[in-house]
């Protein structure tokens, strides 16, 4: 839970899901098993009330499925026991998720009046070719259409956006960001492609049909998407899927999993900050980088990882990290005479 919300998720793991795209298993990646009924929000409604009031806003939050692909009725049920927490004081508004494709003008007036105020837009892509290789059912344009009626109704927008699809390339991965970005969302969500057991995709990595994207692979793109979302003012609001049980048990059996996927990628952005301060430097020299306490873990690296490859890189005989920086996301190269600092092992 951010500073400012207090998240209550409720899982809908494929209510309404008319696809089957090709890497999902919600059960799997969400850790749930039982479709989600009216009981089920009372009961998460019952554990919000026994929460502490932080001040931040409350919200439940529908995740998984299709939420406005799920027949009427059905919905309604769901919606109406959330209202039933507004009504009551337990949480402040409703959230969900759903497909591009499940949006309409006389949906988005049904979630208004059961108090949804945030919508996620499962885009994905915005590569027809991919969005066909992976079974979506969508296309780039019914994204575009579906997030310019959210907005106009006046709804929080998020888009959720994944990396390593089949047919997907770095270059994909980039005009995708920069067509979302053009979508004038208020958050995304990034989830490089893992390959779940009993899936589809999973099927076709094991014949050969589709390669692997591995950690490593979305370390670098993310690393070149994150920039474009700062610049643009959106803010990332996940990068990776959460770690569950089923998943770190097994579930995950390739592709991009790893538990602390956004630490690898700011670290990454960390890492290309230093080469950045220490361009010019001579080979030899005994070198301090500045930067902000908050981050000294990240330019370090996982075991100290980038100062090794640093190390290298410049023929360095010595480097030292300082964490006296004053600014986030600033890597400064320091007077020769500074002391101090973190030392690399090696």
């Given amino acids: 839970m951010s500073a400012r919300q207090q998240i209550f998720p409720v899982f809908v793991p494929h209510l309404g899901c008319p696809h089957a795209c090709v890497f999902c298993d ?60 507004i009504d009551a004081g337990v949480i402040d508004a409703v959230r969900l998720s759903t497909r591009p494709d499940a949006i309409d003008r006389e949906t988005l007036g049904r979630l208004q009046r059961y108090g949804v105020t945030t919508v996620e837009l499962g885009a994905q892509s915005m590569d027809d070719e991919v969005l066909r290789l992976s079974g979506r059912g969508h296309t780039a344009r019914d994204v575009e259409e579906a997030a310019r009626l959210v907005r106009e109704a006046g709804f929080t927008l998020i888009l959720q956006m994944m990396t390593g699809l089949p047919g997907d390339t ?48 979305a370390v670098r793109v993310c690393a070149q998407l994150l920039p474009l979302f700062a610049e643009a003012g959106i803010p990332v609001i996940r990068l990776g899927l959460n770690p569950t049980e089923e998943l770190s048990g097994g579930a995950a059996v390739a592709g991009a999993y790893h538990p602390a996927l956004g630490e690898l990628v700011k670290s990454r952005l960390m890492l290309e900050r230093a080469r950045a301060a220490l361009s010019g430097v001579a080979p030899g020299s005994s070198v301090t980088l500045s930067v902000s306490p908050r981050q000294l873990s990240q ?46 092992s090696e």
């Fill in 26 to 85: 919600q059960r799997q990646i969400s850790g749930q098993t039982q479709p989600a009924t009216a009981d089920t929000v009372r009961r998460a409604l019952i554990e919000a009330a026994a929460v502490p009031h932080t001040g931040a806003q409350r919200q439940l939050a529908f995740y998984g499925g299709s939420f406005t692909a799920i027949p009427v009725k059905e919905q309604e049920a769901l919606l109406a026991a959330a209202k039933e927490g």
């Fill in 170 to 217: 770095d270059e994909k991965c980039i005009e995708t960001a920069r067509r979302l970005i053009a979508l004038r969302p208020d958050g995304v969500r990034l989830y490089p492609t893992v390959i779940v057991e009993g899936t589809a995709l999973c099927r076709l990595w094991r014949e050969g049909k589709y390669r692997e994207h591995t950690v490593e692979d």
């Fill in 299 to 344: 330019l370090l690296g996982q075991k100290r990882e980038n100062l090794a490859r640093l190390k290298e890189e410049f023929s360095l005989s010595a480097i030292r990290v300082s964490p006296t920086g004053e600014k986030e996301d600033e890597v400064r190269l320091l007077p020769e005479n500074s002391e101090g600092g973190v030392r690399n």
